[in-house]
């Protein structure tokens, strides 16, 4: 988690910090501070070393403008990395801004299987919700539709639903708000010209395995960070054409 990110090498460097996080995801830094607040011997670290303080961004305002903070890290969106940046005065920054991340399937090796399985798991671990999620799939021509057909029946056969039962692989997002905004984008693409193979419904804050083609590279699901379960297909001509299309986006994050 982005949390612990940041948090080792701040101990590792024997610096004393302060972690805000998200207001709507708490739990798992309150349970790093738990971790770290009952070390012992050696693993004990010094009163006052570090606080985990959950609130919102506007009460978290100060650690910004501060200049007892040496230095600002975030993990977020670009919107809110760059207004940041530009409170923080004269410490030093540290953003890491989202991703579009894609894959090129030039090859089906060791076999269609593991690919397709590599695939499922970087496009809809955690709902889509990973800033290096698999989000645009560029498919060597020859393969597209053995690839195309067998990721979109996998994907269909992923459980959607509560993310305490274990069959359950895609879980709700963090809110209805933005499994709405994933489904507004979809529809978009959808208006288009845009094909869905799989998925494509929502229920709540529940949006489906979703695995689309023939998106347009002017719609948001293909040239914006989605963070959503959703992935694009699209075939490839050569190796030299598909890199040029993974490096037509603004993230630079992750690629594969």
Same mark, same amino acid.
């Given at each position: 988690m982005p949390v612990a990110h940041k948090v080792a090498p701040a101990i590792a460097a024997g610096c004393p910090f302060v972690v805000k996080p998200s207001d709507r995801t708490p739990v798992g830094a309150l349970m790093i501070g738990e971790i770290l607040a009952s070390g012992t011997g050696d693993a004990e670290m010094p009163k006052g070393s570090f606080s985990v303080v959950p609130c919102t961004s506007e009460d978290a305002d100060p650690l910004t403008i501060s200049p007892l903070i040496k230095l600002l890290s975030f993990t977020g969106s670009p919107r809110v990395g760059w207004y940041l940046k530009e409170r923080a $005065? +004269?410490?030093k920054v540290t953003?890491? !801004?989202g991703g579009n991340a894609a894959c090129i399937i030039d090859d089906l090796v060791p076999s269609l299987d593991a690919v397709v399985n590599s695939l499922i798991t970087g496009a809809f671990? /955690?709902? $889509? /919700?990973?800033?290096?999620s698999v989000q645009r799939v560029l498919i060597r021509s020859d393969l597209y539709r053995q690839v195309a057909t067998a990721f979109a029946v996998a994907a269909s +056969? !992923?459980?959607? %639903?509560?993310?305490?039962l274990e069959d359950t692989f895609v879980g709700p997002m963090i809110s209805v708000e933005e499994a709405d905004r994933v489904q507004s984008w979809l529809q978009d693409a959808c208006s288009k010209g845009a094909k869905? !193979?799989? %998925? %494509?419904g929502r229920k709540g804050a529940i949006h489906e395995a979703t695995v689309v083609e023939g998106v347009p590279s002017e719609c948001e699901i293909w040239k914006s960070e989605v963070f959503g379960p959703l992935a694009c297909l699209e075939p490839y001509d050569t190796f030299e054409n598909a890199i040029s299309r993974v490096n037509e986006s603004c993230y630079g994050l992750h690629a594969g």
């Open positions: $005065g +004269k410490k953003l890491e !801004l671990y /955690q709902s $889509g /919700q990973s800033c290096i +056969k !992923l459980k959607s %639903g509560d993310p305490r869905v !193979l799989s %998925g %494509g």
